[in-house]
């Protein structure tokens, strides 16, 4: 996929962000889709017994229903592009972090290698926090998780 | 076949039913006969309870009348209009809390409200008012899954009684609750069903709940097939009247 990318969007930023695209488009579309349905049927009934329109039940209903699970797909996905973005970094994008790794390999160089990795461990351990922050900001009716699963 | 006597469909009922039929997955090899021939009057005000026996079509029934789904044969009606979806003087219970988890009680109650656009001021008025009427006025500003389960239903209560609905149609609202529980929630539904002057259409499987609550009872009789798939419940097979104590549950 990445010299296909390449071959279409040449060297620089463009592959990667494409490689991320087609990476997790899909997957985050049927994730939301699995979400939809998955809200409970009698909470979208309610609001159409008190003449709720159609896009009413989607704002008032189905979005804030949906909201819990489509931040966890997003975190979950912030993963996979991070992963996705460093492949594309060693192969095309031309610098980053995955580029350092790649360099530092063919100069024989493991403790910028290991160094490079544990950076990429620590910024994705904090972006990780930062949405976690956000999600907690966010869904304020969710209630906090009990003991062992406190924070996750 | 017997041919029934025709009965002019009157404005002043709360719900007609006419010949009622509803087949779920029709014209599938699913198909199969939730209700066949179903005719109900209410009259406004009456509590009729709908007894039977699980999957014989209560709740089907219950759906159709709310509008909430489409009858496969015969005619729904209330006040006079042909049902022909969701309106905000059918209200419907459910058995499980339907409460909108993000939201307030206070905004939970004014919900329909502020579909209508509404303003704040005006909804939380309202939602006083109402949660007031099911004792509940001190919870206003906490947040469902704080409360009892016998108290999140009287939020969906209050929730509906905001519309001022004309029926109320409630789907074995107390199904999840105690013992005790019940019981309190039954006296609370009639003082409630009592200053409303709503029509309420209740459906359990309990004859206790049926006999302590309702006006007229209505038995859907099950009868099933030799194949699964014929299974169908004849509705109404058999009403009974329950002529209500004047002092029965008023004033204690």
Redesign the interface.
């Known amino acids: 996929m990445a010299s296909v990318a390449i071959f279409v969007f040449g060297i620089g930023n463009a592959p990667a962000i494409f490689m991320v695209v087609v990476a997790l488009f899909f997957h985050m579309v049927l994730a939301t889709v699995g979400q939809i349905d998955g809200v409970n049927r009698n909470l979208i009934n309610v609001a159409r017994t008190m003449g709720a329109s159609k896009w009413q039940i989607y704002t008032r209903v189905i979005v804030p229903a949906i909201l819990p699970g489509l931040l966890m797909v997003l975190r979950l996905n912030m993963f996979g592009a991070w992963m996705v973005v460093l492949v594309a970094e060693s192969t095309g994008v031309g610098y980053g972090l995955g580029q350092v790794i790649m360099l530092a390999r063919n100069t024989f160089n493991p403790s910028l290698v290991f160094f490079t990795i544990a950076l990429i461990g620590l910024l994705g351990f904090c972006s990780d926090w930062l949405m976690r922050l956000l999600q907690r900001k966010i869904l304020y009716w969710v209630p906090e998780t009990t003991g062992v699963l406190r924070g996750l | 076949m017997v041919s029934k006597p025709f009965k002019p469909i009157s404005s002043q009922d709360a719900v007609v039913c006419r010949n009622i039929s509803k087949v779920w997955a029709e014209g599938t090899k699913r198909a199969h006969v939730a209700l066949r021939d179903v005719d109900l009057d209410v009259t406004p005000g009456e509590f009729i309870v709908l007894l039977g026996p699980s999957g014989c079509g209560k709740s089907t029934l219950l759906y159709l009348i709310?509008?909430?789904e489409r009858e496969s044969g015969g005619e729904v009606w209330s006040f006079g209009d042909r049902v022909a979806g969701?309106?905000?003087e059918?209200?419907?219970i459910?058995q499980?809390t339907?409460l909108?988890?993000?939201?307030t009680v206070g905004q939970n109650a004014s919900?329909?409200l502020?579909?209508?656009g509404e303003s704040a001021g005006a909804r939380r008025t309202a939602a006083r008012e109402v949660l007031a009427r099911v004792g509940l006025t001190e919870a206003i500003d906490k947040?469902p899954?704080e409360l009892s389960g016998g108290m999140r239903q009287r939020v969906a209560v209050a929730?509906a009684l905001a519309?001022r609905p004309k029926v109320l149609l409630m789907d074995e609202p107390f199904a999840a609750l105690d013992v005790q529980t019940r019981a309190k929630m039954q006296d609370f539904l009639l003082d409630v069903w009592r200053d409303s002057r709503a029509s309420v259409l209740f459906v359990t499987h309990h004859i206790d709940e049926a006999v302590a609550l309702a006006d007229r009872v209505v038995v859907s009789r099950h009868v099933r097939a030799a194949s699964r798939r014929s299974c169908r419940s004849i509705f109404p097979a058999r009403a009974i009247r329950f002529p209500r104590k004047p002092n029965c549950c008023a004033g204690n």
């Open positions: 709310a509008g909430l969701p309106s905000p059918r209200s419907l459910f499980e339907s909108f988890p993000w939201l919900f329909g502020s579909i209508r947040r899954d929730r519309m």
